[in-house]
């Protein structure tokens, strides 16, 4: 059983709203929590790192939130992009070293 | 600044070839890995290394090989290519193996048949 899932599946939304992003995990002992972003055809690249002691963390438009006590976590988009229009992928390190666990990722599609 | 670098980008092989993925990278990055991305799962990995002359088995190591001789380079290996490791492959790096982004190359797409 994947130790991180994310929902939706997929997502569509028009050019300008806001949109919510889920990632729950079961991953223990829990170092950090990312955030990443794919587009087609390329390599993830990071949008926001957590440490267990952070609630919230932003970058530009992507504010991502943790909660550790329940293990959860959530990127929220505001004022969606055409280019927004990706793979959003939840990553969670453990404090093993080399051990991170990728959940399958939301396909967000945004339309003008 | 390059970043991470693979090549090639496509591949096609047929079952029970052998060959070489290169992956590089120019950030001096201690940490580096290979994933496998398939259609509707989330990156597995398959080998890492924490620095040079040390590497280590990930979530799907079999018919996968990996050596890190310097810092910079990380090749996977296939050792008898199978219909199975028909996926995207990519190599990613870090400066450390804890609490540090990964830096991904753009892929392999890798077909056997």
């Known amino acids: 059983k994947n130790q991180v899932e994310q929902s939706p599946q997929s997502l569509i939304i028009l050019e300008g709203k806001n949109c919510t992003l889920q990632?729950?995990?079961?991953?223990?002992?829990?170092?950090?929590l990312r955030w990443y972003k794919q587009d087609t055809g390329r390599g993830p690249v990071s949008l926001t790192i957590?440490?267990?002691?952070?609630n919230t963390k932003s970058n530009g438009r992507y504010t991502a939130t943790l909660d550790a006590d329940t293990k959860q976590s959530s990127l929220h988009i505001t004022a969606s992009q055409l280019s927004d229009s990706a793979s959003y992928i939840c990553v969670i390190q453990s404090t093993n070293a080399g051990k991170s666990t990728f959940g399958d990722g939301t396909t967000l599609t945004v339309k003008p | 600044n390059a970043g991470v670098t693979q090549t090639p980008k496509f591949q096609v092989l047929k079952t029970g070839q052998s060959m070489t993925l290169q992956c590089a990278q120019d950030?001096?990055?201690?940490?580096m890995s290979w994933y496998r991305q398939d259609p509707g799962m989330g990156l597995r990995l398959i080998h890492y290394s924490v620095g040079a002359g040390i590497t280590d088995q990930g979530e799907v190591p079999n018919g996968y090989n990996v050596s890190r001789s310097t810092t910079e380079d990380f090749p996977l290996r296939l050792l008898s290519a199978a219909p199975s490791q028909t996926s995207v492959y990519f190599c990613?790096?870090?400066?450390?193996?804890?609490?540090?982004?990964?830096?991904f190359g753009s892929g392999t797409q890798l077909s056997v048949l």
């Open positions: 990613a790096s870090s400066r450390t193996d804890l609490d540090e982004k990964l830096f």
């Open positions: 950030m001096n990055h201690e940490y």
């Open positions: 957590m440490t267990f002691s952070e």
């Open positions: 990632c729950n995990y079961t991953v223990s002992p829990f170092s950090n």
